[in-house]
């Protein structure tokens, strides 16, 4: 009993990078004060590398080898945040496990509280919503608030808006989380889908340390693409839809035309509405295949079960 009270709680802190050279010594002082208010926990930083292609991962090693809390996986190539998200998750072995971007715009200040909710108050995971999105260009704003009105309209993964990625979970959480093991990972999506009793934080937004964003507007375009059709199969029903309805508006226009035949006699009369109907119907259907294809191409590289990422080197004994 006595040996069980020693011991510390862990917490594994883990940090996906993609050319983070110029952030992760700020990150690090941050995290080390925070570390120094909370005592009674032992951390662990786990720095994964997405195939950064600056310094990032001589820094890395660099602060590995002063200090015995940080740990690493470099990954073969970019990945993506999702993918170093989920090799973190896969090689966390502390109690309670974070999630943190290395910018610092998920501000380490917040731990403390998020630690007390899960030991103190019960929950399973706490997780963080920015409540403003200032310093972000208008229009990324605008279609992010569409995107999370339309995701929670279309599909039963809880999205809230303004969500970050960054969390504290208990084991079981994260155990749930790597039960998971789809290719097309939509993290956001399937912290919800998970259940369990999440408690949720506000902060005010914070712009980056250092370095620059890795997010263009096309990039954030094509990432909500992926989060609809990887929770959602509303596009697939709403082509279907489309179908009937138009199925529905010919039938009305045959009997229009066989109205006017009997009333009018016949005549090449309106061939140029033809020519619009046509190509309107084309494009429709065109649209459906494309929603079709959507699916296809996701669930084709689902079955090919390829691994989610490469693992080129770390420092952890406990990667194959
Ligand atoms: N990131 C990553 N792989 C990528 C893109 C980003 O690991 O391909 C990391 C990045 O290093 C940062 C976090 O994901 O720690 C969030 O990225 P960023 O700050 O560029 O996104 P934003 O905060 O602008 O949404
Ligand atoms: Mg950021």
Redesign the pocket.
Known sequence: MDQQKEKKVKITVIVPCYNEEAALHYFYEEMQKVMGIMQDVEFELLFVNDGSGDRTLKVIKELAEKDACVSYISFSRNFGKEAAIFAGLEHSDGDLTAIM?A?L?DPPSLLPEMYRAIVEEGYDSVATRRVNRKGEPKIRSFFARRFYRLMNRISKADIVDGARDFRLMNRAFVDALLKMGEYNRFSKGLFGWVGFETKWLEFKNVE?VAGE?KWSFWKLLLYSVDGIVAFSTMPLSLSAVFGILMCLASAIAIVFIIVRQILYGGSAFGWPSMVCIVIFLGGIQLFCIGILGSYLAKTYLEVKKRPIYICKETNKDNVQ
């Open positions: 971007d910018d715009q980056r964003t």
